[in-house]
Nanobody, 116 residues
Framework: QVQLVESGGGLVQPGGSLRLSCAAS????????MGWYRQAPGKQRELVAV???????TYADSVKGRFTASRDTAKNTVYLQMNSLKPEDTAVYYC??????????WGQGTQVTVSS
């Protein structure tokens, strides 16, 4: 059994910063990719950033230059540093992991609200 546990969401003013963390635990041999998706009310879930095992990172165009994703492979943890936050970044952020031989897993989601 695999679990992804997220932390770090909350309320922040426009222009502010937040850092999300997600730790994977369980019977994990290796993680091919870890990252973040988000879903705003009334919208489909969309990719925010994903880091592969070769440390190649893909970002959504809307967050490039503002968000930075990173991984700690030894800790099976992925982070998302979010700077210069905008109201349109408001969403539930979901951690994602593509785990070797086990498939795709999702965290429970953490709310990020950007509002003055």
């Amino acid at each position: 059994q695999v679990q992804l546990v997220e932390s770090g969401g909350g309320l922040v003013q426009p222009g502010g910063s937040l850092r999300l963390s997600c730790a994977a635990s369980g019977s994990i041999l290796s993680i091919n990719a870890m990252g973040w998706y988000r879903q705003a009310p009334g919208k489909q879930r969309e990719l925010v950033a994903v880091v592969t095992c070769s440390v190649r990172t893909t970002y959504a165009d809307s967050v490039k230059g503002r968000f930075t994703a990173s991984r700690d492979t030894a800790k099976n943890t992925v982070y998302l540093q979010m700077n210069s936050l905008k109201p349109e970044d408001t969403a539930v952020y979901y951690c994602y992991a593509d785990i070797l031989r086990l498939g795709n897993y999702w965290g429970q989601g953490t709310q990020v609200t950007v509002s003055s």
